[in-house]
């Protein structure tokens, strides 16, 4: 193996961080097939589910 552990960064957010195994299992979907760049790409296609807790605008409008 080339390396142990991947980080997955968007636009600089942390999206994932673990082993290789970890990430399929997250973010495979039920194909064997599935590429790194697959995985990749389905770990930032996913919602951050931070930005929910930090959208100022829907806090904004249920304090008005």
Known sequence: DICSHVLVLDVGQQRFCGTI???RA??????????????????????????????????TASVS
């Open 21 to 23: 195994s970890e990430l």
């Open 26 to 59: 997250v973010f495979a979907d039920s194909r064997d097939d599935a590429t790194l760049e697959d995985v990749f790409f389905r770990a930032i296609d996913q919602p951050d589910p931070a930005a929910e807790l930090l959208d100022v605008d829907a806090v």
